[in-house]
């Protein structure tokens, strides 16, 4: 049996469908079980992972409609060697992802179905849609898309699964990096993904975030914080406000790895973040996370089977971004816009650590 799951998204989203895969691979032991991703990370996540035999990278966002489909064509659709199933992971809403599980040629094609976009997205090309439930966990929504083949868990069996990380060494950087910070640390990840409209509205101020690494390091800790390509400018305005007061105390974790990046979680005290893959890594490692949140929904996303701490503004219109048929994320609050980010007090957060 050959079996591919369709990866195509974010970070996050794909660590967290590595408990249904773990039971596929439970299940089917002797089965080829495979997996196509689209981003650098998301390979990262799924490459290491010992309950799949490949893990398959294509740039099809990067690559344009042309090359993707030439791609699929020649290297699925035109194979005698088909998969026999093909589970398109959740949430998968928009009809890129549909089009390649159809074209990957699976005799079997399952996937989460959505109350619109039937049409419109393509979610015709499947043989089996299972009813997505968008008020509960990922983990829960792709454990469910197992049903069509008779797998059905119980919710005490959902609830011994584990998000599943597995890094690669740790670089001499990396190794050098932990040496030279020595006491216990928090880590900070204070980004997002910007591909949907609205998804910086996800961070916290700039005002906020110096003033949580002030207090955090007034508490004999020290700060690690993240810094991806869409923070360098943050981590500029930060080292200007706070001055010599973060001598030796805060460290930057930038051009690392994603391996890197996870060994260097491992080791934390404890994980601030908003809502990103950081946050499930952060889960699958079994670290306490304190849970930044806006728009989002957390029944959707909480930190899966680790202690964590939501902290969000006490505005009665979050959250608001109850479905992925929403494309992007938009404030409707006209009395003030964001309140549910701009109102959270980062107090709370400080007496979390």
């Known amino acids: 049996m050959r079996i591919m799951i369709i990866a195509l998204g974010w970070l996050g989203d794909v660590l967290m469908t590595t408990p249904m895969i773990k039971v596929l691979r439970n299940t089917y032991p002797k089965a080829e079980i495979d997996a196509i991703t689209m981003l650098p990370s998301s390979y990262e996540i799924l490459k290491n992972n010992p309950n799949l035999n490949n893990v398959i990278y294509y740039p099809f966002l990067k690559e344009g409609y042309l090359k993707s489909l030439f791609f699929l ?5 035109f194979k005698k060697a088909s998969y026999d199933i093909s589970i398109t992971f959740y949430p998968s809403y928009p009809k890129h992802y549909h089009i390649v599980s159809y074209l990957i040629g699976a005799k079997k094609r399952i996937a989460a179905k959505f109350k619109k976009g039937y049409l419109e997205e393509c979610f015709f090309l499947y043989t089996d849609l299972v009813e997505a439930q968008e008020d509960k966990h990922h983990v829960n929504n792709n454990l469910n898309l197992l049903k069509p083949l008779g797998i059905n868990i119980t919710e005490e069996e959902t609830q011994k699964l584990d998000l599943e990380v597995y890094p690669s060494e740790p670089s001499d950087k990396c190794k050098e990096f932990l040496i030279n910070i020595g006491k216990p640390f928090v880590f900070i990840h204070n980004g997002s993904s910007t591909l949907k409209k609205g998804s910086d509205k996800r961070r916290l101020s700039l005002g906020k975030i110096v003033f ?4 955090i390091i007034r508490k004999d800790l020290y700060v690690v914080l993240n810094i991806g390509p869409e923070e360098i400018s ?32 491992k080791n934390a005290y404890k994980v601030i973040s908003t809502d990103s893959g950081i946050h499930h890594i952060a889960a699958a490692l079994k670290k306490e996370v304190i849970l930044i949140l806006g728009p989002t929904d957390e029944r959707k996303i909480y930190p899966w089977n680790t202690k964590y701490h939501i902290v969000s503004a006490p505005v009665p219109c979050r959250p608001c971004y109850l479905s992925y048929v929403q494309r992007k994320f938009i404030c409707k609050n006209n009395n003030k816009k964001w309140a549910c980010i701009e109102r959270i007090d980062a107090k709370k957060i400080v007496e979390l650590i």
């Not at 064509?73 to 659709?77: A, G, H, P, Q, T």
């Not at 949580?212 to 207090?215: E, T």
């Not at 981590?235 to 060994?263: A, P, T, Y």
């Open 73 to 77: 064509l020649k290297n699925f659709y």
């Open 212 to 215: 949580l690494i002030d207090s």
């Open 234 to 265: 943050q981590k500029r305005m930060i080292e200007k406000r706070l001055g010599q007061s973060i001598n030796k105390k805060l460290f930057f974790c930038q051009n690392f790895s994603l391996s890197d990046v996870i060994n260097i979680i």
